[in-house]
């Protein structure tokens, strides 16, 4: 191919910063590349078929990829394909070796920078092009003993006749021995049938089988192995090949982000659990949560501690003991922060305090190693409690072993998450205490107060009414509260003024008279007061009751009216015989009238008469004065009824 071509380059590596390196080094030396990214061995194969490489660019270390496995079906399509390999700069992998191998060409990252050249190099010379001629078990070899993936070729009755340098390191047995056929029996007698099993099921089958597989050598290791049959050009099988990757610290970061994210679910349902609690349940949801996490992380103690005000003392709020912990006969406790001055400048500072063993702690931790051992803990996890931007306290994670790791770092961050969730809820507790014991008291006010009260929401839909006011309208809560609306109880004459109740409470002091029917259908007066509750859309209506004020002004009223009836009628009934007596007396002076002797003297009766009847009526209206005032004299007397 000439250079002004597209050259298509397949690309075979994990990570995407790394190829976009690659091919910005290539495109900067003016040539036009199409690449293409895999990152596993199936897209391989349909790579190589479809996209139809000019040259292979592999990073020797891949994670998703076994290169022996890429190496291997290279090997049995007879690709000529340009093969470049990328290794470390340090890498064990001998270069030169790669190099004088003839059918590739390798370039180690500190010497990236004539990748370019190195392309154009083996797609001018026609380098690293192999041919079915060409030695392959001498061409691959450098690569294949450097690398870190186990290969194995087996003939076709099952007798192995090559295995690398990897699978001596991992399996521990010699490779000398494993290719003498009797020493075969020295693999544990689980790995050999396993294994034996697998091989003859693919030289019957004739078809490729890929497992994971926990080798059981020096150390417990994960193999991904694939068994591949190696047919010759009349597809006769002439052997088997073995391809084992490790992928033992892939399971191992598998397993520490299964943990994790099983910890963030913990975390996650306690959160959702003590967020949403009654207050009143808090603190034997942080028991239950402490127990929890006792559990899932394999602790003796757990325990929440709190400094005071001054932060003089410590308190042990909850505390949390695994099976193994009540064992001991004393578990010790923090009760001074002076008595261990290292671990309590730790946690003013906000650091995670976390030691695997008492050897483990520094120098200066000289009274906190004493504490350990009297306590009879040799690990622990102390985590800051943060309130405000300040330490209140810890989170304590104590266990009588010493352990042989730490936690990880995302796991400590999980955990301090865990320590804010607690310090919230405390906080939350604290807060919701007080609110409740106010309200309590706002409720015994409201409840006991002489006024009837009701709280009504803006639509007039009463929410909450006092005992007063159940007595003042005959009906109870369950039949008000809810259910009926403040208008329901407005004598009709007086519900126009309660029409835009928010305008009838648009002062602070806004009060009305109004007539209200009670449960009985007896009108009732009543003051009712009108009072906006802040930030809310209720008011609390405040009546006063004023029904015998009412009655008794209204018996003033007709009182008055009968007085003035009575004193209208007591003049004129006066009037009557002071007219006679006045008349009759003026006629006796008149010296105009002669009257007679018999004439005056019945003058003189008439004035008496009339004088008599004038008597009589002061007299009854002095006892009826003192009948108002409460003054009036009984004298009982014995009377014969009979």
């Known amino acids: 191919m000439t250079m002004e071509s597209i050259i298509r380059i397949l690309m075979l590596e994990d990570s995407q910063n790394n190829a976009n390196f690659y091919l910005k080094l290539i495109q900067d030396s003016g040539l036009m590349i199409e690449p293409f990214r895999i990152q596993t061995t199936e897209d391989f194969r349909i790579a190589l078929k479809e996209f139809k490489p000019h ?11 076994a290169v022996a496995d890429v190496i291997s079906f290279l090997y049995q399509l007879k690709s000529t394909i340009p093969l470049i390999f990328i290794i470390p700069e340090h890498s064990t992998v001998s270069g030169e070796r790669i190099r004088n191998a003839g059918t590739m060409v390798y ?28 030695n392959q078990d001498i061409d691959f070899k450098a690569i294949i003993e450097n690398s870190p993936d186990i290969i194995i070729r087996f003939s076709p009755d099952l007798v192995p006749l090559y295995a690398n340098p990897a699978w001596e390191k991992i399996s521990g047995i010699p490779l ?54 190696e047919k010759d050009a009349n597809s006769k099988l002439k052997g088997l090949l073995l391809i084992g990757k490790d992928i033992t610290e892939k399971k191992k970061i598998k397993e520490q982000l299964r943990y994790l994210s099983e910890f963030e679910k913990l975390i996650s349902r306690l959160a959702t659990t003590v967020i949403n609690a009654d207050f009143k349940k808090i603190d034997s949801l ?32 909850f505390q949390w003991l695994g099976s193994s912990a009540t064992k001991k006969a004393e578990m010790t406790m923090w009760e001074k922060p002076e008595e261990l001055p290292w671990f309590f400048s730790q946690i003013n500072n906000s650091s995670i305090i976390e030691t695997t063993s008492i050897d483990s702690l520094p120098p200066e931790a000289v009274r906190e190693k004493n504490w350990l051992k009297e306590s009879g803990f040799n690990s622990i996890l102390y985590v800051p409690l943060v309130s405000r931007a300040k330490p209140v306290g810890f989170l304590g994670f104590e266990c009588i072993k010493e352990t042989d790791r730490k936690l990880s770092e995302q796991l400590k961050k999980v955990l301090r998450i865990a320590s804010a969730i607690f310090v919230n809820a405390l906080d939350r ?21 002489g006024t009837a009260m009701a709280v009504v929401e803006n ?71 009108c009072t906006f509750i802040p930030d809310t859309s209720q008011s609390i209506f405040s009546l006063i009751d004023i029904t015998d004020r009412v009655q008794a002004e209204n018996r003033l009223r007709n009182l008055n009216s009968s007085k003035s009836e009575f004193v209208s009628m007591a003049s004129h009934e006066m009037r009557t015989p002071l007219t006679g007596i006045i008349g009759l007396t003026q006629t006796l002076l008149s010296k105009e009238i002669d009257l007679s002797e018999q004439e005056k003297r019945r003058f003189l009766q008439i004035i008496e008469s009339e004088g008599n009847r004038l008597s009589i009526l002061l007299s009854e209206l002095l006892d009826l004065t003192k009948i108002e005032t409460g003054t009036t004299e009984f004298n009982p007397v014995l009377l014969d009824v009979t």
Request: overall charge positive; glycine content about 4%.
């Open 286 to 317: 942080i028991i239950n949560s402490l127990r929890l996490l006792g559990k899932f992380l394999n602790i003796d103690r757990v325990s929440i501690v709190l400094f005071n005000s001054d932060h003089h003392k410590m308190n042990y709020l």
């Open 459 to 529: 639509n007039s839909l009463i929410c909450i009414v006092n005992s007063r006011f159940c007595q003042f309208t005959g009906y109870q809560k369950p039949e008000i509260q809810g259910k009926m609306y403040f208008q329901d109880f407005v004598f009709a004459d007086d519900k126009a003024l309660l029409k835009e109740p928010d305008k009838t409470c648009a002062r602070q002091d806004a009060s009305l008279e109004l007539r209200i029917i009670d449960k009985y259908k007896m009108i009732r007066n009543a003051i009712v007061h």
């Open 107 to 134: 370039s180690t990252k500190d010497k990236l920078g004539n990748l370019a050249g190195t392309v154009k190099d083996i797609l001018n010379k026609k380098a690293a092009i192999y041919t079915a001629e060409t």
């Open 176 to 229: 000398d021995e494993f290719l003498n056929k009797v020493s075969i029996t020295k693999l544990p007698d689980s790995v050999k049938s396993y294994f034996l099993r697998l091989l003859i099921q693919v030289r019957s089958t004739g078809k490729e089988t890929k497992i994971e597989y926990n080798y059981p050598g020096l150390q417990t290791r994960f193999i991904e192995t694939r068994i591949i049959p």
């Open 429 to 449: 507790k604290k807060t919701d205490l007080v609110l409740s014991q106010s309200q309590s008291k706002y409720r015994a006010i409201f409840e006991n107060t």
């Open 55 to 65: 040259v292979i660019l592999c990073n020797i270390f891949l994670e998703k990829i």
